[in-house]
């Protein structure tokens, strides 16, 4: 394969990539929007999707659409329970103070993951078939890709429909503006950041679906997952769904290209160089406000 080729083939396989980053972001800005924190646990949320998806489908053998949906409420579920028990709790605490308890939350998810699922690594049947798809140019592409790609983007339709047009979206808006004004005229927060945990988790557990058949799964993908998907938010810029899902895809593609073209081995270390070379060059991201302002506090 000519260079032009292998080139075409990386950024192809970059993008596929780059879908999962950016869902794994959606998330992250989805509670940054409601709590202004970042959520650490939100890695684990991808990796439980992918796990209870395997488990209803090759050990229970619930049919795959059944078992998408499934899996993906009951990961819902199980973020919301986490916002009742570890975050309402501590709702008046810093901003700080409420990072850390993601973190621990992520430490706890992972050992619950591996005590029930132990350290084996999971794999899940293609959606549609494993016969890859040749494009222009000598390169191809699974379907499992297009199903990434496809459900990204409409997940982003979603998104933007809910944001604007329903009520409760607007009302999530209201308290990522200002949570005191928002409270004036009688809207929860309180019940806001608790749909934002479940629709973020929601969101987590569809991405680890989606990935487990071209990328497998076990109970240590949560952490690495997170870290790339928190590179995408803040490099598109916190809180922003569009810069997240453009960010997402440059760090797939960038990865892409420096595994193939220098060495795999720096292709984990090149999310975590742009979020390095973002958060002192420009904090606020490409599609960033002064709202990221509120990162400087660490």
């Excluded at 103070?97 to 619950?112: A, D, N, Q, W």
């Amino acid at each position: 394969m000519s260079l032009s080729n292998q080139i075409i083939q990386y950024l192809v396989t970059g993008v596929s990539i780059g879908g999962i980053y950016a869902m794994v972001a959606i998330g992250f800005n989805i509670i940054y929007n409601a709590t202004g924190i970042i959520n650490f646990a939100q890695g684990e949320f991808v990796m439980l999707g992918g796990l209870v998806m395997v488990t209803l489908t090759n050990t229970l053998g619930l049919p795959m659409y059944i078992g998408f949906f499934l899996a993906a409420f009951l990961v819902a579920a199980i973020g919301g329970i986490f916002e009742r028990l570890a975050i309402n709790p501590m709702r008046n605490a810093s901003v700080l103070t409420l990072i850390i308890v993601t973190i621990g939350g992520s430490i706890v998810l992972k050992g619950i993951a591996m005590f029930v699922w132990g350290k084996e690594t999971f794999f899940l049947p293609h959606f549609s078939g494993e016969q890859p798809i040749r494009l222009p140019g000598g390169a191809t592409i699974l379907p499992q890709t297009l199903w990434i790609l496809g459900v990204t983007f409409i997940t982003v339709i979603l998104l933007t429909a809910f944001f604007r047009y329903t009520l409760a979206g607007k009302a999530m808006r209201a308290c990522a503006d200002n949570r005191v004004s928002a409270a004036l005229v009688g809207i929860d927060a309180g019940r806001m950041v608790f749909f934002s945990f479940v629709l973020s988790a929601g969101i987590g557990a569809v991405a680890g679906i989606i990935i487990t058949p071209i990328a497998l799964m076990d109970y240590d993908r949560g952490f690495g997952l997170a870290l790339k998907g928190f590179a995408a938010a803040v490099l598109g810029g916190l809180g922003n769904s569009a810069g997240a899902v453009i960010a997402g895809f440059m760090i797939g593609i960038l990865e892409s290209l420096g595994a193939g073209l220098i060495s795999s081995g720096y292709k984990d270390a090149i999310a975590l160089f742009v979020l390095l070379l973002i958060l002192f060059v420009r904090p606020s991201g490409i599609l960033g406000s002064a709202e990221t302002a509120k990162l400087k506090k660490f």
